[in-house]
């Protein structure tokens, strides 16, 4: 069954959006599970493009709602507008590589571990766990101690690709088999300093301590349950 799709083209023209994307006093709407209620989505009544969230609406001081759709596309486009893309073509290049490869660990984690075939996931899980991950740390671990060992990627400051460590860190910690993962990131203390400095920082020291951040890593520990169980079952 088809849902329902929202236009990425809005009834503005291109100019129109562009200017309310860049409207100094716009605010944002993040749509996701904590926006859209069950029966709105199972019963197919949130039009989005591509029948999946999260959207951000872009509301602009005129009045205005441009959606943005896709994760990636939605990240870049707040990172850049909170100045978080560092201070140059190169930095900015640079934090989108980590950022990208940051993401893919996430991509494979989910593609061969989380969402596989059950009779796969045990070794899935071994592969990741004993490889993957080591590899990535390890990877990852060169470059910060490249930079200096500051707990940032890029430069001296948080940057997209510090913040998306943290998160993905989060993202692996809710999984049935997070104990262990943890314990690998832990182990890194280049990482881990990282993920300090992020969950530091006032403002989103301050999101994570509200009850809507709560409540969301609540959802996602209950949403995979169903995935790739404990490494030791
Ligand atoms: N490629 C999309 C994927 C988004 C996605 O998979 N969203 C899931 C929730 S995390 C969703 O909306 N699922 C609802 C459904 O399939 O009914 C992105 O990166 O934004």
């Known amino acids: ?6 236009s990425l083209h809005t009834k503005y023209s291109s100019a129109e959006n562009a200017k309310a994307l860049s409207d100094p006093n ?3 709407a993040l749509i996701y599970w904590d926006v859209a209620s069950d029966e709105e989505w199972e ?16 509301h602009s001081s ?13 990240d870049l486009f707040l990172a850049k507008r909170f100045h978080l893309l560092g201070d140059n073509e190169w930095e900015e290049v640079t934090i989108k590589g980590f950022y990208s490869n940051i993401h893919y660990l996430r991509e494979r984690s989910l593609m061969t571990v989380t969402w596989t075939h059950p009779s796969r996931r045990k070794v899935a899980l071994e592969n990741f ?9 390890a990877d990852h671990e060169y470059h910060l101690r490249e930079n200096g060992s500051n707990g940032h990627y890029v430069g001296d400051k948080i940057s997209l690709a510090d913040i998306h460590l943290s998160n993905i860190m989060d993202h692996f910690s809710y999984l049935p088999s997070g104990d262990v993962m943890t314990a690998l990131f832990d ?20 999101w994570r301590a509200s009850a809507a951040w709560s409540a969301l890593a609540r959802a996602t520990v209950n949403a995979y349950k169903c995935t790739a169980p404990p490494a030791e079952d």
């Open 43 to 58: 019963g197919g009544k949130l039009p989005t493009p591509f029948g999946v969230m999260p959207v951000l609406e872009v």
């Open 187 to 206: 182990k890194s203390e280049l990482l881990a300093k990282v993920k300090a400095q992020v969950d530091n920082h006032p403002e989103i020291a301050a």
């Open 129 to 137: 766990i004993s490889k993957t991950l080591p590899q990535f740390i």
């Open 26 to 28: 716009a605010s944002f």
């Open 1 to 6: 069954m088809s849902h329902p799709r929202l």
């Open 62 to 74: 005129d009045g205005k709602t441009i959606p943005v759709t896709e994760s990636i596309a939605i």
